[in-house]
Structures are given as C-alpha cells and as structure tokens.
C-alpha cells in the first residue's frame, strides 16, 4: 500500500509560482501513474495532470496546459506540481494520488494541500 503526503501549499498572488510535493512511501512507484487533483470550493474534484513512473510520460487538462509542470525524483520517490501563472481559479485543495497501471482508479490519496491564489 503506498502513502502519500503532499506539501507545498500556500498563499499567493496572482501571476505567482508555487511547488507542491508529493512524497510516497510504503512501496516504490514502478509501474505507477502518479496524478495530482484538485477541489476548489463548492466544485467537484478535477483532474490537473498525471506521470507516468516507468516512462516520465505526462498528461494535463486543458486549464492548466501550459502553466503547471509535473515531474518525478526517482531517487526520492517524490512527485512535485510546479505552478506558475497561477489565478485565482486556481484556488482549491491540491491532491495527490496514485494507482497501477493496471487499476482502472486511483487507489492511493494524499491528505491534500491548501493552495490559495489571492487577485
């Protein structure tokens, strides 16, 4: 059973950066897609963007193309979220979460970060 914990979260202005990470523990990521949600007041849980452990291969909804980054530390077996442009829509509790390839759902989830993005 993987762990995860998230870190990173704050307050910032608009047009700021801001790193979230995601630190697992319990079994290493082989094989595993690694994604980060998000839930912002009064709205349903959404997809940002996922990795690929095996390949690094990265995916992101539309609302953040462009914007966010999202990497892997192998050696740390830590993933991080770099935002920047960020507006205030971006507000919202940041999720990590993780599943094997071979899942059809994310089994694991983080305990969220707080992420504000003040005008």
């Known amino acids: 059973q993987v762990q995860l914990v998230e870190s990173g979260g704050g307050l910032v202005q608009a047009g700021g950066s801001l790193i979230l990470s995601c630190s697992a523990s319990g079994r290493t990521l082989s094989n595993y897609f690694m994604g980060w949600f998000r839930r912002a007041p009064g709205k349903e849980r959404e997809f940002v963007a996922r990795i690929y452990w095996n390949t690094g291969s990265t995916g992101y909804a539309d609302s953040v193309k462009g914007r966010f980054t999202i990497s892997r530390d192998n050696a740390k077996n830590t993933v991080y979220l770099q935002m920047s442009s960020l507006k205030p829509g971006d507000t919202a509790v940041y999720y990590c979460?993780?599943?094997?390839?071979?899942?059809?759902?994310?089994?694991?989830w983080g305990q969220g970060t707080q992420v504000t993005v003040s005008s």
């Open positions: 979460a993780a599943r094997r390839d071979t899942a059809t759902a994310y089994e694991a």
